[in-house]
């Protein structure tokens, strides 16, 4: 069985699984030789070239587990008959973590304190503080689940919203109202058409004034331009993990304005979602093989 596995060790991980014949494919090196026998494809944490093309000539494609939770990249290309499984679970541990770090320092004005230190000032004043505050997060699913385990003790108020209401979460129709009772609102939703652009510039007017926004989802679900505006104005703040565009290009004006961290996609980069996704690919490819039920299969949208 052809395998294009996205790494060495993942390669390794898989050698002892009968009759599995694995090629390293990184999308920075060349292509390696066969691309119409592979069977099971996993593609890299970061968006090999052409995936359209590459998808086309697969016409052996039976399997493509991801390594990202996200999928967007591969559904509209997938080959009949193919199967799209993404990783989910994978990075909660990191990116929940990562939120609850974001949303701290920015309340508690950490990259200001640090350009402080470089410059050898006492800058000393109150700040905000997690505690008591509204987290609004929007997308609950298995990442936002992890979240709020992980802000159990800093004494807030979770409210949960996802596409579909459920007992103790709430529905997206609901979501306009909520917006202004948040002082931080977490975005977690997956990159759909229904979610392009979904935090814009109504989103951000309905948002209380000292809100922060934390954007741990895909760069595409915030318009830019519009949290720009509001960023300038000193009204709201945010956290971001992901931009639109992505990387963010030197020069930039979201590099500059005021009240905004950014990191550069790094919040399920982590040992833990390392471990973790070698687990998830090492027990996948054994069900495949075994002929038995797969797990995190995108059946829809999402």
């Known amino acids: 069985m052809k395998t294009w596995v996205p790494s060495d060790s993942v ?58 939770a996200g999928v967007e990249p591969y559904r509209p290309h997938l080959p009949q008959g193919a199967v799209l499984c993404n990783a989910r679970g994978v990075h909660d541990a990191g990116t929940a973590e990562w939120a609850v770090g974001a949303m701290i320092a920015v309340l508690r004005e950490f990259p200001g304190f640090v350009d402080a230190q470089r410059r050898g000032e006492w800058t000393y004043h109150h700040t905000d503080v997690l505690a008591d505050s509204t987290v609004l997060i929007v997308g609950y699913g298995s990442i936002g689940a992890a979240l709020e385990r992980r802000l159990e003790g800093f004494e807030v108020e979770v409210v949960r919203v996802a596409r ?61 331009d519009a949290l720009i505006a509001e960023l300038k104005t000193g009204r709201l703040r945010a956290a971001l993990d992901v931009t639109a565009p992505e990387p963010l290009p030197e020069g930039h004006p979201l590099w500059s304005v005021p009240g905004v961290l950014i990191t550069p996609h790094v919040a399920g980069s982590t040992p833990a979602s390392g471990r973790r996704m070698l687990r998830l690919i090492r027990a996948q490819l054994s069900r495949y093989l075994a002929g038995e039920q797969l797990i995190n299969v995108i059946t829809d949208s999402y």
Not at 33 to 62: F, Q
Not at 192 to 199: L, Q
């Open 11 to 68: 390669a390794e991980v898989l050698s002892d699984l009968p009759g599995v014949e694995c090629a390293v494919y990184d999308g920075t090196s060349p292509m390696p030789e066969g691309v119409e026998e592979v069977e099971v494809w996993i593609p890299p944490l970061v968006t090999v070239p052409d995936v359209p093309g590459t998808l086309a000539r697969m016409s052996s494609l039976r399997l493509v587990q991801t390594v990202t």
């Open 164 to 224: 579909s209401a459920r007992e103790g979460v709430r529905g997206m129709d609901e979501l306009a109202g909520l917006l202004p009772q948040a002082d931080v609102v977490v975005l977690l939703v997956p990159a759909t058409a229904d979610t392009a652009g979904m935090a814009d510039a109504a989103f951000l007017a309905r948002m209380k004034d000292g809100a922060v926004l934390v954007n741990a989802a895909r760069g595409g679900i915030v318009d830019t």
